[in-house]
């Protein structure tokens, strides 16, 4: 398969509507999560009939990502909770033309928020939900999936994950903007040979730096992912689970570079 530029007109986004369907994802269930996670059973559709989505990215006759998603109860309200979404071709827009898709059929049914959970060590992902999308972070769960899933990507014990709400609103998901203060405090940061570099700080506003690349960092160098997973963690967790504000971090030329928090403080909501 040709992984070059990718032509948007090319590419079709289809619903799966029935449970022969399934093997049609399930290469690229194995090539992400491993033969481990198992194939989806049938039993899936008892969710997708009553309110869930799957859906297949598909250039020519080949799915080149998909997206999972089911009923769910996020705080007392119903959402459209994205469970699973992988695609082959990274960076070519396949996630956001997937998400754009799972937006419009989530505002048929009658959906007013979209929910997922991703992984924040990862930069791209960042930056499609939180730059692209207009996601907003609601909560940090450390060891979401327990510890240890075993996929391809994490090879990690740890599977912490930051849970993200999507309004289904198109005209009220907007970027959000960092707030204008004089002074952040910067508390991670990418030290010598990209070994986090911690300096705790007292302060409402913070700075979280990201690796360059946690996924090939966690094949390559294992060791110095696990200390980014645990200096990342305590960096967030100085704010407790949900006790803060997050927009991205990013350099002149606008790539993500991390993350800015800022502190909730009592009284305050923090979701929109």
């Known amino acids: 398969?040709?992984?070059?530029?990718?032509?948007?007109?090319?590419?079709?986004?289809?619903?799966?509507?029935?449970?022969?369907?399934?093997?049609?994802?399930?290469?690229?269930?194995e090539v992400t999560w491993g033969k481990a996670e198992?194939?989806?059973?049938?039993?899936?559709?008892?969710?997708?009939?009553?309110?869930?989505?799957?859906?297949?990215?598909?250039?020519?006759?080949?799915?080149?990502?998909?997206s999972l998603a089911f009923p769910s109860?996020?705080?007392?309200?119903?959402?459209?909770?994205?469970?699973?979404?992988?695609?082959?071709?990274?960076?070519?827009?396949?996630?956001?033309?997937?998400?754009?898709?799972?937006?419009?059929?989530?505002?048929?049914?009658g959906y007013n928020k979209i929910m997922w959970?991703?992984?924040?060590?990862?930069?791209?992902?960042?930056?499609?939900n939180l730059g692209k999308l207009g996601?907003?972070?609601?909560?940090?769960?450390p060891d979401y999936y327990g510890p240890y899933r075993s996929d391809q990507q994490s090879r990690d014990a740890l599977t912490d994950r930051f849970v993200v709400s999507w309004l289904v609103d198109p005209t009220e998901a907007t970027v959000l903007k960092p707030p204008e203060v004089a002074k952040t405090a910067t508390v991670l940061a990418?030290?010598?040979?990209?070994?986090?570099?911690s300096y705790p700080e007292d302060a409402d506003?913070?700075?979280?730096?990201?690796?360059?690349?946690?996924?090939?960092m966690r094949s390559s160098r294992p060791e110095v992912a696990?200390?980014?997973?645990?200096?990342?963690?305590?960096?967030i967790a100085e704010f407790g689970s949900t006790g803060f504000r997050i927009w991205l971090d990013t350099d002149e030329a606008g790539r993500t570079e991390g993350y800015i928090v800022e502190r909730i403080h009592h009284g305050e909501v923090v979701m929109r």
């Open 117 to 128: 959970t991703y992984d924040p060590l990862v930069r791209r992902n960042a930056h499609l």
């Open 73 to 109: 109860v996020y705080r007392g309200e119903l959402v459209l909770w994205s469970h699973e979404s992988a695609v082959l071709m990274k960076d070519r827009g396949v996630g956001a033309a997937l998400k754009a898709a799972q937006r419009t059929l989530a505002a048929d049914i």
């Open 190 to 197: 990418v030290g010598e040979m990209d070994i986090p570099a």
């Open 205 to 216: 506003v913070i700075r979280v730096a990201l690796p360059e690349d946690i996924v090939a």
């Open 226 to 235: 696990h200390l980014w997973s645990l200096a990342f963690r305590t960096a």
């Open 38 to 66: 198992g194939p989806l059973q049938p039993d899936v559709f008892v969710h997708l009939r009553n309110g869930g989505l799957i859906l297949a990215a598909c250039l020519g006759e080949e799915v080149v990502g998909f």
């Open 135 to 141: 996601a907003t972070v609601v909560e940090f769960v």
């Open 1 to 29: 398969m040709d992984l070059g530029l990718l032509d948007p007109a090319a590419l079709r986004i289809e619903r799966i509507d029935s449970a022969s369907e399934l093997i049609r994802i399930e290469p690229i269930r």
